[in-house]
């Protein structure tokens, strides 16, 4: 049986009574000030004042690797502790910005404690772990496959003391918030290279830098995911200083193999909270809700619902606890067969039990009355996110017949 240790124990009862107090009473509120806001992409008041509650009260980078412990006021935690805390916030789908905890700023800050100078770190790390301002990761082109990151085309060229970028990025999410102020960017640098793994470059690119347009914000299935929101961007003979390269020239894919691991378990974590309130939510709509004479919750159907929902939610914490344990014994790019099994098993699932939730909920469970028809946008989305299942699958499907087929 997978057991959180003390401190993670204490961090999830705190990180509750935060919820309970400060969390789940402004979700009408957050609404509103999202709405009424003259900039979309701009910090709500709201979050802001509940950055510094979290943060006084010790809720803050909670996210941080045991590895990188000087970064975070609690230490560090291992995958296996983060996990639960995860969970919590993703019960909210905005709530975990207040933590700083939220994508893709942690992965950011990862890629930077692990491959920036020190000179990076201080321009850069320190103020995104300060919750001063947000960042951007721009891998993902539209006019090639992106799954397959050797075929990356956006440009990058030494220049003398420099480097210029050309290309188009889109989904690069936080791009249009007005607190960005550094993108992440991989292109590729060496074309001829005839290791197609190491083509490919990582610089850090100022969100001011002349050359940067803002196409427009995207949507998906009609949502905007204001204030980070995903947006499509044009590099146009963008310079910046060769000593804004990550790692080295030619190291981008490792940089990129390194981010993604940690992150796609994030995402799972916060997809279990998702369905976990979705649960709630439809025990006790069924128990408040009669049709033809009787509760819904007495109907074979909803049960069998609410069943199914319960033991699926059981099997991804199961799931992801196994992969943390492996992940923190052994490393992220030796527990790749199991991420590769949670990236392509929870969102699904998810997506799949809130379905079933937004059902008993009737009409309004599409409506933005409740939280889930968000939080299924959330799991829909993320089935893209971080590469497509069926590369994931293509990827694990291998690993195993080679553990097993000889």
Sequence with gaps: MFQSSDRSKSLQRRLLQFMDQYIYPNEGKYAEQLESAGKRFSPLP????LKQKARSEG????FVPTEFAQFSPVGGLSNMDYAPL???MGRVLWSAEVFNCNAPDTGNMEVLMKYASE???KEWLMPLLAGEIRSSYAMTEPQVASSDATNIELRIQRDNDHWVLNGRKWFITGAMNSETRIYIVMGKSDPDNPDRHKQQTQVLVPKNTSGIKLIRPLTTLGYDDAPIGHAEVEFNNVRVPFDHVLLG???GFEIAQGRL???RMHHCMRLVGAAQRALELACQRAENRSAFGCRLSQYQSIREDIARSFSEIEMMRLLIMDTCQKMDDVGAQQARDMIAACKTSVPIMVQSIIDRCMQIHGAGGLT???FMAEAFNY???CRQADGPDQVHLMALGKQVIQRYGK
């Design 46 to 49: 709201l979050v802001e004042e």
């Design 59 to 62: 809720l803050w980078n909670l």
């Design 86 to 88: 995860a969970e919590i």
């Design 119 to 121: 000179e990076q770190q």
């Design 249 to 251: 020239e030619g190291r």
């Design 261 to 263: 691991g940690p992150g």
């Design 368 to 370: 933005s009355d409740y």
């Design 379 to 381: 799991a829909r989305w």
